[in-house]
Structures are given as C-alpha cells and as structure tokens.
C-alpha cells in the first residue's frame, strides 16, 4: 500500500527515476572530476528538488486529484506533507550516487545538508505548486524559487548558515548550520501543514 | 450511520455573478434525489459547496447532524463525492487506484470489490491512464460505491457512460439507497430524473421541487435517435441544444434516423405531412440525409408553428436552416 501511496504521490516511473539517476550522477561525477561536485550537487538538489514537486502537484491539481483528496476524510496536512516527505526522499534516491561522489570529492560534510537541503526543496516545491495558477506559472514560481536558492550557494554571506546548498557547495558544515537549516526546513514544512489544515 | 442531507439558505456566486442562490433542499437517507439543471446552471457550484471545496456565501447544510461548514472534517466522513472529471493516478493500475482510495477513506477491503456494476466494471489490472473515459468514470463509480459512505453526491454519474452501464449505475444506485444511503445526484439529463424519489429542478440558480419525472420532460423537446441496433432517447431544453445532441449522436454510432417530439402542426394536419408542406418545401428537405430527415422536418415545423405560418414553403424552411445554423 505504502509503495502504491508513494507512487501515486510522486508519480515517478521506473525508467523516470532511473533517467533522473543517470543524469545526475553522471553532472556530478563530470563536476567532480574538475573539483566542482558539491557545486553540481548543490544545483540539482535546488533544481531537480522543487521542480518535481512543483509540476506534479500541478498535475494533480489541473486534473482534478487535488479536489478529491481535499474532500476525502484523511488528514490534510497529513497528506500534504507525507507528500512534501515523500519527495524529499524521492530525490535523495534518485541521487543518491550523486551524493556519493560528491561525498568522495568534497568530503561527507556534504551528506547531512544535502538531506536537508531535499527536504527544503521538496517544501518549497510544493509551495510553488500549490500556488501556482497554471503550469506555465508553475515553471515560473519554480524558476522563481530556485535562482535565489542557487545564488545564496554560490554567494557567500550570512545566508551561508541557513542555506544547506552553501554547505553542500563548499563541503563544510558546522553544528551551527546544521541546526540552522533544519530549523529552516522545518519552518518550512510547518507552513506548509498550516496552510493545508485550512483546506 | 445514515442521515439526511439537508441545505438550507444555501447560496454562491462567483464573481461575475454566476452560481446559485437561495437553495434549500432535503435529501433523504434511503432516497435518490436529483437535482435536474441545464448547462451552466449552478449544478456544479453546488456540488463543490456540498462536498466543502467552497464555502457558501449563505446559509448552511448539514448531514445527519454533522454541519458542513463549522464541522468540515466530521461531514467529511459521511460523504463521498464523484465530480464530474474522472481523476485517477494514471500510472497505477485499477486495482491500485481502489486500494489508495479505500485507504484514503479508512475502508477495509471488501471481498465483492470486483462486483460493484456487475458485467460493467473495468478491466481492474490495466492502468487507469489507459483507460477510456467510460471506463474512468466506471472506476469513479466503484470507488464510491465501495468506500460505502452514508450519502454518495454524484455531479453527471452518467457522463461517458454507455446505456447499459448507464442502468447498472442507477441500479446500483437504487441498492445503495435501499441500504439506507442518501443518493444526490446532479445532472443536465432529464431521462435520470424517473429514478428519483424526490425531484428538483435549477434553473438560473434557483431551485424548486418538481412533482414528477413526467413534469419534468413536459417543457422539453424529446428527442428519439434509432441506430440499427438500439433506439435512444433523450430530451433537450430547447432547439438550440440539438446540434450537441447531433453530435454525441453521432458518436454512439451509424445513426438511422433522429425524430424530435413535440411540434404540432395546424388541426387537421399530420406532421411531415398534407398541404401544410408546398412539394418545393418537401423537395428542399429531401436533399438532406436520409437520417437527419425526421429531424428537420420536426424542427421546420417547430419554426413554423413560433412564427404563425399556414404554410410551409422553400422559404419557410431555409428561415427555420438560418435560425438552427444561428443557434
């Protein structure tokens, strides 16, 4: 059951998955290889991380999935976020080879932040798709949502300690920013199951 | 647990002022109510509000005690809405889907699952993004037949369906009743209304009880469309909805022939015949396709009688041609 709940949420097929996994491991292993692969990790984690939950949540809301969970009798934030959860652990998977190189060239300071830099990026994706009118708009927000994210990686400056993509991209982390950025994604995830419980 | 599904003042309007106002109505546990409307009516507003995707403007409804507004999540419970897009996971199969919805739903498996509209259920082991959209909207239906809630509220149950999964349904449907669920059903089809126990009917967002089934189709143009192999029948508010019903018609199959019901000629003529008709008239009308002959003859006549003709002639029928074509 979990495993039809999983997949109905994400939507993700096996060659889908596998595609996301090959292409991804093989950016970071290219990354890696010019010293670079925390930086690769750090984009896909952003890109690949709110993208997919932000279109297949359009999906489900333009045909018509979302109005009949909203009306079934679970738990709305319950849904909302096992579906934000699921994500997050879709996307670990799916690079999770990825992670290993990059743990390989950068050190596995890298590790911990890229778990919480899915779990950020699937809220947020989510975010978007929830906000979304279309699925232009969706792309948009998506894009919107991800540029800032990239750049506070890239970009040193006070932001570093929140963001988990900058601990990623420079392969170092403190306990500081470690519990920094799990406050931040799970303020993150509370917004989320907020604004579902009003649904 | 089973209840009355009773609203009361209800009303919603978007804003360009479309929706309904002033609703009230009761549904009864053990009972199919319809609620007839055509097109563009309020019937879907309406089943957004029931099924608490909208929250009313006015006034409130409520089911076997549980408020809908202040006690969403209770009346949640109770209810099992079927709207009227047949959203599915496409990439499980239709097994999967029940599972997932039976779960949603708290419903332990059952072991008669695969007999909800016996002889019409789909093939469960496909994915359900294979499916046509009779076949989606069958597997809607079982799913809310399955998940066994007090009251079922359907938004056009029969859309897609063929006729004879189109009985199973209301037989279902009846079953569920008879079992004590409250049956809602909204829909633009008047022939629905002969199942109903209690009848409604909305027009521009107002609604009012209707007596019977019969009452119902009184105002409406019956039409009757014969294939080879079956004879269909179905009623429109007015001339202007046929070239619709022509084209759901058409794709049913090779149609024989289509008569609409309800044009009178002058006393002591027949329709489609006698001196009502000028041969030049008749001639004009035989250029058209044998099976659309009935029809525009119905509807030539129609025209004729609205505009106080005593005769029908060419130029007769080419007005009657330009006020369908307009239409």
């Known amino acids: 059951m979990m495993l039809s709940l999983g997949s109905a949420a994400s939507g993700q097929t096996p060659p889908r998955f596998l595609a996301k996994t090959v292409l991804a491991t093989g950016i970071v292993a290219a990354a890696a290889f010019m010293q670079r692969g925390g930086f690769a990790l750090a984009i896909l984690l952003v890109v690949a991380g709110i993208t997919g939950p932000a279109v297949r949540v359009m999906n489900l809301r333009t045909n018509g999935m979302v109005d009949r969970l909203r009306s079934c009798p679970a738990s709305k934030p319950g849904l909302v976020l096992g579906y934000a959860g699921l994500w997050s652990v879709v996307t670990l998977a799916a690079l999770a080879p990825a992670i290993a190189i990059a743990g390989l060239s950068s050190g596995p300071a890298v590790i911990a932040p890229a778990v919480t830099g899915s779990v950020l990026a699937a809220g947020v994706g989510t975010l978007c798709g929830l906000a979304a009118r279309t699925l232009g708009d969706v792309h948009l927000l998506a894009i919107a949502a991800s540029v800032p994210l990239v750049a506070g990686a890239v970009l040193p400056g006070p932001w570093s300690l929140f963001l988990p993509y900058a601990s990623v991209a420079a392969g170092t982390l403190t306990p500081l920013a470690l519990a920094s950025q799990i406050g931040l994604a799970a303020c993150c995830l509370a917004l989320l199951g907020g604004l579902a419980s009003r649904w | 647990m089973t209840g009355s599904l009773a609203a009361k003042s209800l009303g919603f309007r978007y804003p360009g002022g479309h929706g309904f106002w002033d609703v009230s109505f009761t549904a009864g546990a053990g009972e199919v109510t319809c609620i007839y409307g055509r097109n563009g009516s309020g019937k879907t507003t309406i089943f957004r509000v029931l099924s608490t995707l909208l929250l009313p403007q006015a006034g409130g409804f409520s089911l076997a005690g549980r408020d809908g507004i202040r006690n969403r999540d209770g009346f949640r419970r109770l209810i099992f809405p079927v709207a009227d897009t047949s959203a599915h996971f496409d990439h499980l199969s239709g097994r999967e889907n029940l599972a997932v919805f039976r779960f949603l739903y708290g419903v332990q498996a059952s072991p008669v699952q695969e007999e909800v509209l016996p002889g019409h259920d789909p093939d469960l082991d496909r994915m ?67 199942h109903a126990d209690r009848l409604f009917r909305l027009e521009d967002g107002t609604l009012s009880p209707v007596a ?83 029809m525009i003859t119905a509807l030539v006549e129609r025209h004729a009688r609205d505009a106080g003709y005593d005769r029908i002639t060419p130029e007769v029928v080419g007005e009657a041609k330009g006020r369908f074509d307009r239409q």
Not at chain 2, 221 to 229: A, G, H, K, L, M
Not at chain 2, 267 to 275: F, H, I, L, N
Not at chain 2, 284 to 289: C, G, I, L, S, Y
């Open chain 2, 128 to 194: 359900a993004g294979a499916y046509s959209l009779g076949m989606k909207r069958k597997l809607f239906l079982m799913e809310s037949f399955l998940c066994r809630r007090p009251a079922l509220i359907f938004d056009e149950p029969a859309l897609g369906l063929d006729s004879a999964a189109r009985g199973a349904f209301f037989r279902k449907a009846r079953e569920a009743a008879d079992e004590g669920s409250c049956i809602l059903i909204l829909t633009n089809q008047a022939e629905d209304a002969i």
């Open chain 2, 212 to 294: 019977s089934a019969d009452e119902l189709q009184k105002g409406l143009i019956r039409v009757t469309v014969t294939y080879p192999d079956r004879m269909t029948t179905g009623y429109i508010p007015s001339a202007g909805d046929l070239p619709d019903l022509v084209r759901t018609a058409l794709a049913g199959g090779t149609i024989r022939k289509i008569e609409l019901a309800g044009a009178v000629p002058p006393a002591g003529q027949e329709p489609g015949e006698g001196s009502w008709w000028t041969p030049e008239a008749r001639a004009r009308v035989a250029q058209a396709p044998r099976f659309l002959r009935p």
